[in-house]
């Protein structure tokens, strides 16, 4: 149905688009038009039934007119406490190519916000210059496309959207997959929005303040000890200014962590890597085990030793990129071993509950 409902959009739009351009009639109605009715109303309602997303977390909202009809259709879901338009701040977006011979699911940015700060020139080269820092702390990016998408726009709002893409996946109508892919390809782009609103907070100009994972890893190395008092650890905000909170990871705890676990992969101590020229050990990661863009679900700070797993870079990896079989049976291990002392950090979660922070699910989206 949600693949049927596109390829309608893709047939009418065009013919629509003229006639709402040569229609005499004053004032003229956008909304008398099929492909308005599909885009806007039908596509997005459809969405919200088949992924169950959330209608208090995410509005899913279509769109063919800004005044006249779009050059550039699209259908975006917006996390709210981010942005509510296309305009400012980072979304999810499926964006027609002005041709409508496809359209792309996009992890996008809203243009104006560029191009109100900087103005066009600059705007466009700091849009992309956040588009790649974007792709730089993104774990779980994989194989989706991280050039500029081709909109065949001509307008400057269009070639915003072309300038703005993080990653993207394109479809063509001419052979377009079943509801089953556009909906896990939905789930899997509602996780990398998660996983950048934990790593950037709510401000995407304001990016330049996280650190990419393998910078962070590198800069663990140079740590020092950091002896946490017993009990539950206030959580910290860092804000880079007042529209935007994220929550940075301590690269001391992190280095106490690895150091308490002699420098070994905590998944197979057997595990070799290379001896690291800061710490004179063996080179090895950590990771968070309730990662950190779900700080905002517990009282406590999750930044703590109890919380990060020594890894050697594969295991770490894996708990990110492997298959699902893999990726739960590490979080049912390493569960099993911190729940204890998560407990009496006053960290409370329980093992289906981290589950679903690492599947996106219907339950989690």
Same mark, same amino acid.
């Given at each position: ?12 739009? +065009?013919?629509? $688009?003229? %006639? ?10 956008? @909304? !008398? =038009?099929? &492909? ?114 081709? +909109?065949?726009? $001509?307008? %400057? ?10 990653? @993207? !996946? =394109?479809? &063509? ?193």
């Amino acid at each position: 149905m949600i693949r049927d409902l596109f390829i309608e959009a893709s047939q009418n739009f +065009l013919a629509d $688009k003229a %006639k709402y351009e040569t229609d005499v009639a004053r004032p003229r109605v956008v @909304s !008398k =038009y099929r &492909s308005y009715e599909v885009i806007v109303n039908e596509l997005p309602n459809i969405i919200y039934d088949e992924t169950k997303i959330s209608k208090s977390k995410y509005l899913i909202q279509g769109s063919i007119s800004t005044g006249n009809v779009a050059e550039v259709p699209w259908i975006c879901l917006f996390d709210r406490e981010i942005t509510e338009t296309a305009q400012n701040g980072f979304y999810l977006g499926y964006l027609f190519q002005a041709n409508m011979k496809g359209f792309y699911l996009t992890l996008n940015q809203g243009w104006t916000q560029y191009e109100t700060e900087y103005g066009v020139s600059e705007g466009k080269i700091k849009i992309k210059s956040n588009a790649f820092q974007c792709q730089k702390l993104l774990r779980s990016i994989g194989g989706y496309n991280k050039n500029e998408i081709k +909109l065949l726009a $001509k307008s %400057k709002l269009g070639k915003g959207y072309e300038a703005g893409n993080i990653c @993207s !996946k =394109y479809y &063509s109508f001419d052979s377009l997959c079943d509801d089953s892919e556009l909906i896990d390809d939905l789930r899997n782009f509602i996780g990398l929005y998660r996983e950048l609103k934990g790593l950037v907070g709510t401000n995407i100009l304001g990016i330049q303040h996280a650190v990419s994972e393998e910078e962070f890893q590198e800069e663990i190395q140079k740590g020092k000890l950091k002896i946490l008092p017993p009990g539950k650890v206030e959580k910290k905000t860092t804000k880079s200014n007042s529209s935007s909170s994220s929550y940075p990871r301590d690269r001391d705890v992190s280095f106490t962590a690895i150091h308490a676990a002699n420098f070994k992969c905590e998944n197979d101590t057997s595990h070799q890597t290379f001896t690291s020229a800061k710490t004179g050990y063996q080179f090895v990661e950590a990771h968070h085990l309730i990662p950190m863009e779900f700080q905002d679900e517990h009282d406590a700070s999750i930044d703590v030793p109890e919380n990060i797993i020594s890894l050697c870079p594969n295991c770490h990896r894996a708990f990110h990129n492997s298959i699902d079989k893999t990726k739960i049976e590490l979080v049912k291990k390493f569960f099993s071993a911190r729940k204890k002392a998560l407990i009496e950090r006053e960290i409370n979660i329980d093992e289906n509950k981290l589950l679903v922070n690492y599947k996106t699910t219907p339950n989690n989206v």
